[in-house]
């Protein structure tokens, strides 16, 4: 055995990602002689009331050997095939970035290259014609995928909605089960060795002091290790996400269960709508110097579709990543690692992500800088990587309304992004890299939904006729619009499967 | 031409191997094109140097087979041989050899990959040998080979391999294609362009005085090429500067690996063919008095492979030191992207960026790999020793480090290894990680010995099953 | 009335027409009774620069043992895969009338039903797309079919742009080859039986006396023997064609070579674009009573795409045919026994078809009224034919505010023309009748083309499986791409087979 390996694990603060890494390194440290306290309060709340989520957490769950039925049950969730954008690219326009992709290759030519070419032809027919997940969303209607690759049904994955504080709740009861240790209590301060910085315990208002070697620090926002003790520092990105506050509310539900999750955009930001079983969570995330906090709220409560069913809730943030998500001894996970509106469903899948890497870097008490150093670079890669995507949404736009929008619509933007924007825009190629959650059929969404056509295509669709393109693409059509009709609709499917809440 | 002109016409510079292979390739990939090529005069430096054989790697082959040419046509075609792999004499200070397997070794353990397990077993003083469980390295052992089957699930689909050919006699059935295809022949070139001011050509004049002007100009002209542009170069880091290749045949065909033997001036590697082997010799000149007669070559790279209206492939765009046996492979990579990324109009600034980003990524990796498998090395003598007293790139250096620390490793967007590829390599030339997996180390021996034990019974199985090589190949030639 | 054979043909006149004529009748000579003398003045000019042709005279030239690729080469000749008509309907439109079909029928239902099945099913499907001819013309690219049926090259079918001068003189070579004597010489008088009003001879101006049984009058617009000494009266067609003047230039060749003619519709008329290799034949036909030769020829040549290479020629003409194109012993062939402007390229298939008709019918020296009148039946059915479907482009136009135009919307058309329209525009039903030249795809592509669109399609095409019909559909359309795209270029395909020799 390893004398110097990790024994005494302390996790700061519950809410999502506490309990997550709780419950992640419960399971996969289980027999191993370590143990785990996860520290919070109850004073303080946590961020986040309904939660969407992208597929990977399904990978999460199963890997906990958590039943789905059980989980949708007891968080009151719901299916979710993708996000409908409203009003992003022009006011009136609406998308679906589906988790699927769009239609088929032919011949080795990508689909949007034909849709493009179809399009430029006087084909009518809108690219989601040719998504099956976005059809049945459109429909409400939802099934499990197929996993034969021949079936319509294996072009699309899913995730949930759910209700965040349920979700933390059933973690951490699974956590618990396991041996996770939960201290009560709010922590006052963190005790450092006096040469090298490291964390070595943290003191809670009871006097209690919980030690340990390594320490995660899922705090929230403020990183009361990560930023409070360690001063890791911060890096604003809020010059090209100017979003900087959000007033969450939910509300009864007063239509059809859907299965995917709304962003609207405002006139200085965009509003949230995620259906779950019982209600819906709204919220509104804003840029403050572009709009009061009140017109903010009134905003949201003006478009809520039901009764509101709590006090709406104002959330502060600044956009952006911590420079160092892992020093020393301390690994910042959630919120205290960095914040990233919640546009795309990220918050969760960061949160995974970073467990996962840190179970793939785990160290032991010599501390060899290396795992940091690889964790901080694949971290950063992430973080970067989702923010360009979120920026995309903003830039690619044709909005000139509001001086909010005319802002974002003219800022200089990473040039990452603007070398994909415009090979995308120029030849529709699609710049992906090796790390990044964002695949190609979801960059594609994006710049199709919001209007960034690609001015030239694929010189090798060109051995398709235009007529050959038109019939292909119907039969194509045709047969996403059969199979879509023939699925349920998600309320029938939650009860088929034994997943309603009670 | 108007900018937004359709792109309608390439050229093609130089008649060597990248030369026909893009020439090939591209008229199937885009028949409408009017291609043209120019030969230029000597031996055929499109790739790099000039090497009898070069390995086309496993990847290498669905990506050939879509674009057209398939194992058959190859192994016919380019009297090919397989390759299990690269074995390994004189490169470890213990003096051992080695052998880096293609392919997966061991298999994980729940959540645990191999390595670490290998890496724990070791730090409780346990020898372990990974090419003891590499389906490749026991095949290649046994002087047993069979491609698996298609829709094959037992251990053999497992078997990964490459193929070694003999670069001029593919090149040979390229052009025959390609002009089959109707790429036109259109005379001999000795470097004479008319430039245009960004980086691009407008023309070409040939031998015989006419001009050829091109939409796209192809330079597949080798390192020496007259459109070069700005050049980094890479001779601080790769000492050696001398290549000479040779072509033995034999009434059998060589064995399924390319070997390679470093010696104390360079190294040496052998590339099995149908009807013999290719034959390659690397060294410093200064290290080297009284060499035989040998090619000079400079490791480095254009700045951008793509100026203008002139893309540069293979060895017109990077001259890699050819340790890693990677010419063809990025030559390959060169074209394809080429094609996937082909510009509908003359003018293309985005498609050039993109398809600069993509080679700088995969010339930059393929640096790494050469270098490390170099100055990874224990290989005795002055060079070698001079080429592990200079600090590495920081990029390289990290990749080594990050290993050496708990096993981890790197990888960037234009790998030309993935993680068991360079696993293999890092372990082949003793490279070991200081620091085990948590995970890893909790495991109890017996267990780790016990999935040893299965995963190479199993492989050894699926050997025993396997035809003798020498029988495959001679039905190969029937 | 004489018994016996014909001893002796006398043709009248140079030119396309003549020595089509010599050339055909060549053949005669090898009974060794007949004999064939063509008279001709250098001192007269012939009409026409670069000329268009269509499929048929690959028969032509076939029947006459000329070898395709010596033929192009001699007359500087290129391919032709069919007509492009810009402008027609309206400014800004083109399509292209291809020769040979558009798709194959699908279980016995006609391709353009189909199509108009599709149509009406929400898929407004180019029909350029379903012909191989039109697809390849749009992409400059040629290749003759393979002989092999099964392949889609075997839907390629084509014609010839050449020159028409270099052709004659080709042609010349081949009928003097073959026995045909050729008379320099001026035509002064025509001589008439005074009982029979028969001719007798031809009296040149230098005093020769040229005797013979049968008299073919290629005299071109003159029609000195039909027109002048025979009298048989002209019908002049010009209130549904009223184009009467064109005016001719050649210009440099450019590149790409075009596969095809092009027909550019003008402010009174139209202009042709006829690629050769060592040049472009360019030419403007219109209405003089709604533009000036002055205009016309200026429009003509600010609209070149090459250098000009020549002065403007004028010509003039009136649309018609010949009443009795075969009176007494004489056939009229080519502009002598009528005209139509060569929107469809249809002069020298008009030539053709008298030349074959007369060997056909060809009579003993007794003349029998039946065969003259069969003759003369058949040519007036033919032409109009031709007629109606030159006058379908022109009627069915829809370039509002251009007065030549609006009066060729207007116009009443003939009863066969009308009916024809109409059939079609109900339910795209198309009648191919006795003999005509222009196909079902012709008439098709030029209805389509121009805008007629069936308001419905044939019930019929309802009964096929619409999965299986786009799946042969989509089929076909991607093959003839694909077969296009593989072809070698126009320019290329001539350089390889029949490059002629640079002027």
């Not at chain 1, 890497?357 to 950063?380: G, K, Q, T, V």
């Amino acid at each position: 055995m390893n004398g110097s390996a990790i024994e005494r694990i302390v996790i700061v603060g519950g809410g999502t990602a506490g309990w997550m890494t709780a419950a992640a390194l419960a399971h996969r440290l289980q027999g191993l002689p370590v143990s785990i306290t996860l520290v919070e309060s109850e004073e303080i709340g946590t961020v986040g009331v309904g939660e969407a989520t992208v597929p990977h957490i399904r990978f999460f769950n199963a890997r906990l050997g958590i039943d789905e039925a059980d989980f949708m049950r007891r968080t009151s969730a719901t299916f979710k095939l993708g996000i409908e954008f409203r009003n992003w690219g022009r006011k009136g326009d609406s998308y679906i970035h589906p988790f699927g992709v769009f239609g088929e290759e032919i011949e080795g030519v990508a689909f949007h290259h034909l849709w493009a070419r179809f399009a430029r032809a006087g084909g009518r027919d809108a690219v989601e014609a040719f998504s099956l997940p976005v059809l049945a969303a459109r429909m409400d209607r939802f099934a499990h995928p197929d996993s034969d690759p021949e079936s319509l049904l294996s072009t699309y994955s899913y995730a949930y909605q759910f209700d965040a504080g349920l979700y933390a709740a059933y973690l951490r009861a699974y956590a618990e089960a396991r041996g996770v240790r939960r201290v009560e209590g709010r922590i006052t301060a963190a005790l450092q060795h006096a040469e090298t910085g490291f964390v070595d315990s943290v003191v809670l208002e009871s006097g209690e002091r919980v030690a340990g070697e390594l320490f995660v620090d899922c705090s929230g926002f403020r990183g009361l290790l990560i930023e409070q003790a360690l001063h890791a520092g911060y890096e604003d990105w809020s010059h090209w996400l100017p979003c900087d506050r959000a007033v969450a509310v939910p509300c009864r539900s007063e239509a059809a269960l859907s299965p995917y999750t709304r962003a609207t955009a405002l006139d200085a930001g965009w509003a949230w709508r995620i259906p779950l079983q019982h209600r819906v969570g709204n919220g509104h995330v804003y840029c403050s110097s572009h709009i009061s906090d009140e017109a903010a709220r009134d905003a949201l409560l003006g478009q809520i579709e039901g009764e509101p069913i709590a006090e709406p809730r104002l959330l502060r943030f600044t956009t952006g990543r911590r420079r160092k998500q892992w020093d020393r001894n301390v690994v910042a996970i959630g919120l205290a690692a960095g914040f990233l509106e919640p546009l795309e469903s990220t918050s969760i899948h960061l949160i995974q992500l970073a467990i996962g890497r840190l179970l793939d870097h785990w160290p032991d008490r010599d501390w060899d800088p290396f795992c940091a150093r690889e964790y901080n670079r694949l971290m950063d890669l992430e973080y970067e990587r989702v923010r360009d995507f979120l920026i995309l949404h903003y830039h690619a736009t044709e909005r000139d309304d509001t001086p909010f929008w005319r802002q974002v619509r003219t800022m200089a933007v990473p040039e990452s992004l603007a070398h994909r924007l415009e090979t995308f825009r120029k030849r529709g190629v699609v710049v992906n890299y090796r790390d990044g959650m964002f695949l190609d059929a979801s960059w594609i969404a994006v710049y199709l939904g919001q209007r960034v056509i690609p001015e030239a295509g694929d010189p090798r669709s060109e051995a398709l006729s235009d007529a050959g393109l038109m019939l292909r693409l119907a039969a194509m059509r045709d047969d996403y619009a059969r199979m879509a009709a023939q699925l349920p609709t998600q309320a029938a499917f939650l009860a088929r499967i034994g997943a309603n809440a009670s | 031409m108007p900018a937004d002109a359709p792109l309608a016409t390439i050229t093609i510079a130089g008649g060597g191997f990248a030369g026909w292979l893009a020439a090939s390739l591209l008229a199937r990939a885009l028949p409408d094109l009017a291609i043209s090529l120019v030969e230029v005069p000597g031996p055929d430096r499109s790739l790099g140097v000039a090497a009898a054989a070069d390995v086309l790697l496993p990847d290498d082959l669905p990506l050939l087979g879509e674009a057209g040419w398939n194992g058959p046509d190859l192994l016919r075609g380019g009297r090919a041989g397989f390759v299990l792999g690269t074995a390994l004499s004189g490169w470890r200070a213990d003096g051992a050899t080695a052998f880096m397997p293609y392919g997966e070794i061991g298999a994980p353990l729940g959540p645990i990959p191999f390595h670490q397990l290998v890496s724990t077993m070791r730090r409780r003083g346990q020898p372990v040998n990974m090419a003891n469980y590499a389906l490749g390295a026991l095949a290649a052992q046994a002087g047993r080979f069979a491609p698996p089957p298609p829709g094959d699930e037992t251990v053999h689909a497992a078997l990964t391999f490459g193929l070694s050919i003999d670069t001029a006699r593919l090149a040979e059935m390229l052009r025959g294609d390609a002009l089959e295809r109707g790429v036109r022949l259109a005379g001999t070139w000795h470097g004479e362009a008319v430039q245009r001011g960004d980086g691009g050509v407008q023309r070409l004049v040939l031998a015989d005085g006419t001009s050829l002007a091109a939409d796209l100009v192809i330079d597949a002209s080798g390192p020496a090429s007259p459109l070069s542009g700005a050049r980094d170069d890479w001779s601080p880091w790769f000492p050696f500067d001398r290549v000479a290749s040779a072509r033995r045949t034999s009434e059998a065909p060589a064995p399924p690996y390319v070997h390679c033997d470093a010696h104390h001036a360079g190294w040496q590697s052998f590339a099995p063919l149908a009807d013999g082997v290719g034959e390659l010799f690397v060294f410093s000149s200064a290290d080297a008095p009284g060499a035989p007669a040998a090619e000079p070559f400079a490791p480095g790279c254009q700045q951008a492979a793509w100026t203008g209206n002139v893309v540069r492939i293979g060895g017109a765009a990077a001259q890699h030191d050819p340790v890693a046996g990677l010419q063809l492979h990025l030559a390959l990579a060169d074209v394809l992207r080429l094609i996937a990324l082909f510009p509908a109009a003359c003018e293309h600034p985005a498609e050039a960026a993109e398809y600069n980003r993509q080679w700088r990524e995969k010339t930059e990796c393929a640096f790494d790999t050469a270098l490390l498998r170099l100055a990874c090395s224990g290989a005795l003598g002055a060079v070698w020793d001079r080429l592990r007293a200079r600090a590495l790139p920081d990029r390289a250096a990290y990749r080594r480090d990050l290993y050496a620390a708990n096993g981890r490793v790197v990888l960037h967007d234009g790998e030309v290894l993935e993680e068991a590829g360079w696993t293999a390599l890092f372990d082949a030339l003793c490279v070991q990680p200081r620091k085990g997996d948590a995970l890893s180390d909790a495991l109890p021996s017996a267990k780790i010995t016990a999935h040893f034990a299965a995963i190479r019974q199993a492989m050894i199985a699926a050997v025993g099953r396997m035809p003798p090589y020498q029988a495959l190949m001679a039905q190969v030639a029937a | 009335m004489m018994a016996g054979p014909i001893r002796k043909v006398v043709i009248a006149g140079g030119g396309t027409a003549g020595w089509m004529a010599a050339a055909a009748l060549s053949r005669l000579t090898g009974n060794g009774v007949t004999e064939v003398v063509l008279v001709e003045s250098e001192e007269i000019g012939t009409v026409g620069v670069g000329e268009a042709t269509i499929p048929p005279i690959r028969t032509f030239n076939a029947m006459l043992g000329i070898d395709e690729n010596a033929f192009v080469v001699a007359t500087q000749g290129s391919f032709k895969l069919g007509i492009e008509f810009a402008g027609w309907s309206r400014e800004g439109q083109s399509y292209i009338h291809p020769f040979g079909a558009y798709g194959a029928d699908i279980d016995g239902v006609k391709f353009h039903q189909v199509w108009l099945a599709l149509r009406a099913a929400g898929l407004p499907l180019p029909l350029d797309d379903f012909s191989l001819c039109t697809t390849a013309a749009r992409l400059n690219r040629f290749q003759r079919p393979d002989g092999n049926p099964a392949s889609p090259l075997s839907q390629i079918a084509y014609a010839f742009h050449f020159d028409a001068g270099l052709y004659a003189a080709f042609l010349r070579r081949h009928a003097e080859a073959r026995g045909v004597v050729r008379h320099e010489g001026k035509i002064g008088q025509v001589r008439l039986d005074g009982e029979t009003g028969f001719i007798t001879a031809l009296a040149l101006d230098d005093g020769r006396v040229i005797e013979g049984d049968l008299f073919i009058d290629c005299t071109g617009f003159r029609a000195l023997l039909i027109g002048e000494a025979l009298g048989s009266a002209y019908e002049d067609w010009s209130h549904w064609l009223p184009c009467d003047r064109a005016v001719a230039v050649p210009s440099t060749r450019t590149a790409p070579l075009l596969p095809y003619t092009r027909s550019t519709a003008r402010k009174a008329g139209w202009q042709w674009r006829i690629p050769l290799q060592h040049r472009t034949g360019n030419g403007m036909v219109y209405c003089s009573r709604h533009i000036s030769d002055d205009e016309a020829a200026a429009t003509l040549l600010a609209n070149l795409d090459g250098e000009a290479t020549a002065d403007p020629r004028p010509l003039r003409f009136t649309t018609g045919i010949r009443k009795e194109p075969w009176r007494k012993n004489c056939v009229a062939l080519g502009l002598a026994s009528g005209f139509m402007e060569p929107l469809e390229s249809t002069s020298i298939h008009l030539i053709q078809i008298g030349i074959s008709k007369l060997l056909a019918l060809f009579p003993d020296a007794s003349f029998p009224a039946h065969e003259r009148d069969e003759y003369n039946r058949l040519t007036a059915l033919q032409w109009a034919q031709i007629r109606d479907f030159l006058i379908l482009h022109y009627k069915q136009n829809q370039r509002a505010g251009q007065p030549f135009w609006e009066e060729c919307a207007a116009m009443q058309v003939p009863e066969t023309l009308a009916r024809k329209m109409a059939l079609f525009r109900a339910a795209g039903r198309l009648f191919r009748y006795e003999d005509e030249l222009f196909t079902d795809a012709s008439w098709a592509a030029v209805m389509i083309g121009q805008g007629l669109m069936p308001e419905r399609h044939d019930p019929i095409a309802d009964t096929l499986d619409p999965a299986e019909v786009r799946n042969l559909a989509a089929r076909m359309a991607d093959a003839f791409r694909r077969t296009a795209r593989a072809m070698p270029t126009h320019a290329d395909y001539i350089a390889r087979h029949c490059a002629g020799r640079p002027m």
